[in-house]
Structures are given as structure tokens and as C-alpha cells.
């Protein structure tokens, strides 16, 4: 059973950079097959997918934010870590990070942490 949980500062400034970790276990981040995203979904919204991190430690991510993302990882703490940068208050959400498992289908994402909230407000 896999098991995601993200943390993070809950409020972050206008033009900051927000940082957000997303611990796994119960499975390898490294694991061939698997892909390690992060998707969010502001208030009266739906989910927007941001990017994310393979088995390899290649990334990929959504036209729209590709500019201001980036998706690292340490695998000696199986953690993965969003960074978004320049934010304004538009990227006010929860954030989530989930796993896909492409066996189930294309970009089909089986496990989600909890999420957490993000305010980015001066």
C-alpha cells in the first residue's frame, strides 16, 4: 500500500518561490513503471495537472507552468519536491502529489496524498 503526504509551508508571498515535498512510502519513487506527479486544483475549480518526475529522474510539465516549475527529488528520503516560482495569489489551491501507474491506463493516477493547502496572500 503506497502511501503519499505532502508538507509545506501553508502561506507563501507574491513573487516567492512555494515549496512543497511529497514524502512516499510503501514503494519506491525510483520504481520502473511508476510516475510521481503534482496537481492542484484552486477554489471553485478543477484539477490542474503541473508536472511530473519518472522512475529516471527525467521530468516533464504543463505547457502553461513549465517556466515557473520545477520537480526534484531525493530518493535516499523516497521524496519528490515541487518548486513554483513567481507565485501571485492565482496560484492559491491544495496541492496534491499522486503516483502513475501507466499500467492502468495512460497518465491513470492510483494513489493521491491528502493535500495540502497553499495561500500565497501578503
Known amino acids: 500500500q503506497v502511501q503519499l503526504q505532502e508538507s509545506g509551508p501553508g502561506l507563501v508571498k507574491p513573487s516567492q518561490t512555494l515549496s512543497l515535498t511529497c514524502t512516499a512510502s510503501g514503494g519506491s519513487i525510483t520504481l520502473n513503471s511508476y510516475y510521481w506527479s503534482w496537481i492542484r486544483q484552486p477554489p471553485g475549480k478543477g484539477l490542474e495537472w503541473m508536472g511530473a518526475i519518472f522512475s529516471s529522474g527525467s521530468t516533464y510539465y504543463s505547457p502553461s507552468l513549465k517556466s515557473r516549475t520545477s520537480i526534484s527529488r531525493d530518493t535516499s528520503k523516497n521524496q519528490f519536491t515541487l518548486q513554483l516560482s513567481s507565485v501571485t495569489p492565482e496560484d492559491t489551491a491544495v496541492y496534491y502529489c499522486?503516483?502513475?501507474?501507466?499500467?492502468?491506463?495512460?497518465?491513470?493516477?492510483?494513489?493521491w496524498g491528502q493535500g495540502t493547502q497553499v495561500t500565497v496572500s501578503s
Open positions: 499522486a503516483r502513475v501507474y501507466n499500467e492502468l491506463g495512460p497518465w491513470a493516477h492510483d494513489y
